[in-house]
Every structure is written in C-alpha cells, then in structure tokens.
C-alpha cells in the first residue's frame, strides 16, 4: 500500500530531526523482508518511546517521541488499512483548515491549507462579526485521552457499549497506541503522521458537537480555534458551549490563551507581517545595509516576543533572497549569532549554510565549528537532544 509505505518512510520520525536521520531505509527493508509481518502484527508488548527533547522559541521546549519500530509499523500498518474510513471522519469538520491529504514526497501526510492561508480565513470569518473568540487547547497532544479515539469514529454512546469488541477501528487504535506508549492511556506521541490523524480526526469530532451547539462561524487550525460573533453575550455563550464540548472528550482549554476581542483586530501578527514585506530587491541601497537593517529589526521584534518564533521566521524568509558574493560573510556572522542566542533555529541556520555552500559560497568552517561545539557542551548536560543531533 502507498499509504504504508509513505508512513514508514516518510512519516515515522518528527520532521524536526534533521534531515540526516530519515526512516526510508526502514520502509524498504519491511517491504523486502514480508516474513517478520505476521510476527510483528501478533507482538503483544508495550513498548516506550524515545524522547526528542526540541528546543523552541523563547527557549521554550517540546518533547517529542520517536516509537519503537514494531510499535509504530502497527499503528502506521493500522492506518493504512483503514484510510478511506479515517480519511472521511477526518473531513467532516467544517472550521479545519489542517485536514490532511496523502503526498508523494516531503511528509507521507501534510495538511491541505498552508498556515499563511490563516491571514485570509480570519478576514473572511470576521467581515460579518464584531466580536472574536480565540482559544487553544491545553497541552494538546499530551492530553488526549486514548479511550477518546473509539469516542470519536463511533460516537461516544457506541464506544462504550461496544468497548470490549477488538475488532473495531476505534479499538484497535486506542490499543496500539497505549502500547507504543509504555501502556499509557493520557497523551499520543508528538511527532509522526500517525499522530497527526488521529489528532485530526478527534478535533473533527469535537467541531460536529460544536456546530450541533451552534458554533458554526470559526476556523481551526490544528487546535488553535477563532469563532466570529455578532455580540459580546454571544461570544461569551459561545466560550460556556467551548468548554463543555472539549469536556466530553477529556480536553481543556489553554485559559492563558483564551480571549474574547471586539474588533477590529489585527489579522496576524504584525512582527510576521512587516518582516515578510520587506523588500531586498531595490537599488536604493547595497544588500549590506538591507541586511543590517532586516536583522536589526528582527532582533528587536524577537527581544519584544520571545516566544513567537521570530527568528526562525527571518531566517526562513531569506530562503527566497539570493545573497551576494560580498554579503556572504555578514550574513553567515549573523546566522551564527541567532544560532548562538536561540538554538530553535539551528535547523534554519544550517539550511541556508547549506544551500550556499552550493552556490558557490566559502564557508568559515572554524567560526561554525565553534559555535556548534559551544552548543553541544552547553546543552548535552541538560539533555536537550534537538541542539546536540
């Protein structure tokens, strides 16, 4: 099956290990080896995941998992064979913008709108409101309780007077997923595609008990949620029917992200916005000052909100930017410095290392050298895995 075959290779380990660590070499040896299937699917263990502990912005953390082999060709073995029933619970949300859709190359599942889509949904969501409500849900992935995914392929009622019948998809993926996690019955594991259905199939769930409440007017991007409102007594009855939907399936929201606006408010964040508008290509002055003058700005915009991931997105913005021969050098000392003071953005960092390198650019070997081995021994005390792979 494709589907499998893109999990396995494509769709196994987070996409924030570097593109050194890929699992292709696992999906083909399955594909070529047949004969260890039958003893996999009857492996009865629990077994525990690896850790990846993922430096963030602001220096905040994620933990990710990557599963244990077998544990994982069984959930992913699981999905594949069920992808047209998932595929269609998956779709029946109307505020999801992060419905997923198969690919043949990058990640075996990405999702079908991009996140700088969210810009234009939000203008369109508000042109008819004058209150918005937006929210997040608590510890998302971490939270969810297995014995929710039955709940959410069968409608609650059916799962729990069916709860002893193996034979039922819901079952069958709330099994497989307490054993790739040790037997744990809170949370599902950050990282594979896997988990990024199953995700997705439970919020579409939760969306169908929102519109029954009337919560029609929103958008939802993973679990990041806007609903658009005429009043404010609306939009506060809508946060009472919120709460008690997320309840039914074991979920909370994040009360530090929860806001009620009277617009008009800004669509995005203008620190995103006014570094994506920034033109390098003009004659008015040389690709010297223009650099400065972005990285200038985007050091002031990252001290201000340590926690949006400001940095990252400079870097990431620069990927359409061919920088010149004589700008190299300062623009290298200045990927080195957000590599030194926030180590989220390495993978960024080296990537544009990288992809001038084949330009033709000479790299400074012994200033990447320094920064990097100053990174491992600052932070593989403290097991901060995503700095040291």
């Avoid at 069984?74 to 109307?94: F, G, M, Y």
């Avoid at 030194?340 to 012994?366: A, F």
Wanted: proline residues 4%; hydrophobic residues 40%; contains cysteine.
């Amino acid at each position: 099956m494709a589907i499998l075959n893109g999990l396995l290779t494509r769709g196994y380990f987070p996409k924030e290990l570097p593109p050194r660590f890929d699992s292709e070499m696992f999906g083909i040896s399955l594909s070529q080896q047949s004969n260890v299937i039958p003893e996999i699917a009857t492996f009865k263990n629990w077994t525990k995941p690896c850790s990846y502990n993922l430096a963030r912005a602001g220096n905040t953390r994620r933990k990710l998992s990557i599963l244990n082999p077998i544990s994982f060709y069984r959930l992913a073995n699981c999905v594949a064979e069920n992808w047209e029933e998932l595929d269609i619970k998956a779709r029946t949300s109307h505020l999801s913008l992060s419905t997923l859709v198969e690919t043949s190359e990058g990640r075996a599942l990405k999702k079908a709108h991009d996140l700088n889509e969210r810009p234009a949904q939000r203008a369109k969501l508000r042109a008819h409101s004058k209150y918005v409500l937006c929210s997040d849900i608590s510890r998302f992935y971490p939270s969810i309780y297995t014995h929710t995914i039955p709940w959410a392929i069968d409608g609650k009622k059916a799962a729990k007077t069916n709860m002893g019948d193996k034979n039922r998809l819901g079952n069958k993926l709330d099994k497989l997923s307490q054993f790739a996690q040790d037997g744990q019955t809170f949370g599902i594991p950050i990282g594979p595609d896997t988990s990024h259905m199953i995700a997705e199939i439970l919020l579409s769930a939760v969306d169908s008990e929102l519109k029954v409440r009337g919560l029609q007017k929103g958008l939802r991007f993973v679990d990041d949620y806007e609903f658009g409102f005429r009043t404010l007594s609306e939009a506060e009855e809508g946060l009472a029917k919120f709460r008690e939907v997320l309840a039914m399936f074991e979920l909370e929201l994040n009360e530090a992200k929860t806001n009620i606006f009277k617009l008009p408010i800004t669509l995005e964040d203008t620190a995103f916005s006014e570094l994506r508008c920034f033109r390098f290509q003009t004659f008015e002055f040389p690709q010297k000052t223009l650099l400065f003058k972005y990285f200038d700005r985007a050091f002031e915009l990252a001290s201000q909100k340590p926690k949006e991931g400001i940095l990252k997105y400079a870097i990431s913005r620069l990927s359409s930017v061919k920088i010149e021969k004589d700008t190299w050098p300062l623009y290298s000392d200045l990927l080195l410095q957000c590599a030194s003071s926030e180590p989220g953005t390495l993978r960024y960092v080296l990537g544009q290392l990288l992809v001038n390198k084949g330009q033709g650019k000479e790299l400074d070997n012994d200033a990447i050298a320094a920064v990097l081995n100053q990174v491992i021994e600052d932070h593989s005390p403290l097991g901060h895995t995503s700095e040291v792979a």
